[in-house]
């Protein structure tokens, strides 16, 4: 159990047997009444956001949350295997398992799977990720004034919005939390 008092952004709790993280959370000691704690959590499992507010001191259950280093394999359509850095174990992920990661990793790409009671919950990728422009429609002279931007065709079938400059063959640096383009490598 923790306390409310010791909230911090990214703690695990659980709450109604599933599992949050702290987004964000705000200490509100009002002139009236008692002071509680006002958060943000988003849940591991679906991914949706709710808004809690705790009593000061209110006791939650810490969860457990375990992150394993992964190695992505490859997929076979349904599933995406990936083996255990520690045990060399593979086993599948599917699709809604997997979440959008499927924009930004390529065989042999390393990561994290969080389990939760031995179930996956999750997929946590590096923050930023490499990959190869396969399909964009070339620059046109000039156009480089007003800074504008065109659709480019990743290797993983990822569409991102890039520069002009950027060609068909250019590897990219891609922020896998927000999706965009950061700088060509």
């Known amino acids: 159990m923790i306390s409310t008092n010791d ?3 990214g703690l ?3 709450l109604d047997g599933e599992v949050y993280q702290v987004i964000e959370f705000q200490h509100v000691k009002p002139g009236k009444g008692s002071p ?4 943000k959590l988003r849940n591991l499992m679906t991914g949706a956001v709710i808004e809690k507010t ?3 001191g209110e006791k939650v259950p810490k969860a457990h949350v375990d992150r394993r ?3 992505y394999l490859y997929n076979d359509g349904d599933n995406f295997y990936c083996m255990d850095m520690e045990t060399y174990d593979q086993f599948p992920l599917t699709k809604e398992q997997f979440g959008d990661a499927i924009n930004y990793v390529k065989e042999n790409t ?9 179930k996956v919950i999750g997929v946590e990728l590096p923050n930023f990720v490499e990959l190869k422009v396969i399909d964009t429609p070339p620059g046109i002279k000039g156009d480089t004034a007003s800074g504008g931007s065109k659709p480019a065709t990743l290797e993983t079938g990822y569409v991102v919005q890039v520069p002009f ?4 063959g250019d590897v990219l640096q891609i922020d896998t939390r927000t999706g965009q383009y950061i700088k060509r490598v």
């Open 12 to 14: 695990t709790i659980e």
């Open 165 to 168: 400059f950027v060609e068909v």
């Open 36 to 39: 509680f704690v006002r958060s």
């Open 69 to 71: 280093e992964v190695q």
């Open 110 to 118: 390393n990561l994290w799977v969080l389990f939760f009671k031995d």
């Open 7 to 9: 909230f911090r952004t």
């Open 54 to 56: 705790f009593n000061a």
